[in-house]
């Protein structure tokens, strides 16, 4: 019975952490305890469960009296978050290219193709997607689980703005172009260059944030 338990408040765990990140559950939403219960067909103990693995991984808040909220990602946090992340992704990038082998080059060639064809239509959510399958495939491709838990947890935190910066003005271009230099390094066994590549395109994704929130400041105020 406790192990059923503990399966169901990871499924309900996992149901939540997807609505955040398909923007269900927007940062700073309330999380309606009852509704979701009568949404789900679940009791408030899984649920309750749940709340604390999200609460613990960062996603969400907790509030005495009040209750559980999205978490909202300050400036602060993505000013020491990216910088750590971008270390850690390009070790990963570096530790991939050693490891690759041409059957792994196709895979990835395949998902760059993909990328490029949803830049060119401009279809950020496909983009995003193909964009984060292939930054998993290089973290697999490390197979360094020290790495690959540290950059997940940081991920989730991440994931809650990182999408907002595809709409960045000339941002969908910029980051396919990084993209491609990370994969060429790959490609021709650079394995320094692919961290280098790696590192630049994780920094650019907080710099297209800060030019986003500049230039929605500058439209408010037109």
């Not at 406790?2 to 149901?15: E, G, M, N, W």
């Amino acid at each position: 019975m406790r192990a059923l338990a503990s399966s169901l408040h990871d499924d309900v765990a996992s149901q939540l952490r997807d609505y955040i990140f398909d923007g269900q559950l927007r940062p700073g939403s309330f999380i309606d305890e009852v509704a979701l219960c009568e949404l789900w067909s679940i009791s408030r103990t899984p649920l309750r469960e749940a709340l604390k693995v999200l609460t613990a991984e960062g996603l969400l808040r907790h509030e005495p009296r009040r209750g559980c909220f999205v978490n909202e990602v300050t400036a602060q946090d993505l000013d020491n978050i990216f910088p750590v992340i971008a270390l850690l992704e390009g070790r990963c990038a570096f530790e991939a290219t050693q490891r690759a082998t041409p059957e792994d080059l196709k895979a990835l060639e395949v998902w760059h193709r993909r990328l490029q064809q949803h830049a060119e239509a401009g279809r950020i959510n496909d983009y995003y997607q193909a964009n984060f399958a292939i930054h998993e495939a290089i973290i697999q491709l490390a197979s360094n689980k020290w790495l690959t838990q540290t950059i997940d947890d940081l991920r989730k935190i991440l994931r809650l703005a990182r999408l907002q910066q595809l709409y960045a003005p000339g941002r969908l271009q910029q980051s396919l172009a990084e993209h491609l230099a990370i994969f060429a390094a790959i490609k021709a066994g650079d394995a320094a260059g692919a961290d280098a590549a790696m590192q630049h395109h994780l920094l650019q994704q907080r710099e297209a944030l800060l030019d986003l929130a500049s230039f929605s400041r500058s439209v408010l105020t037109v």
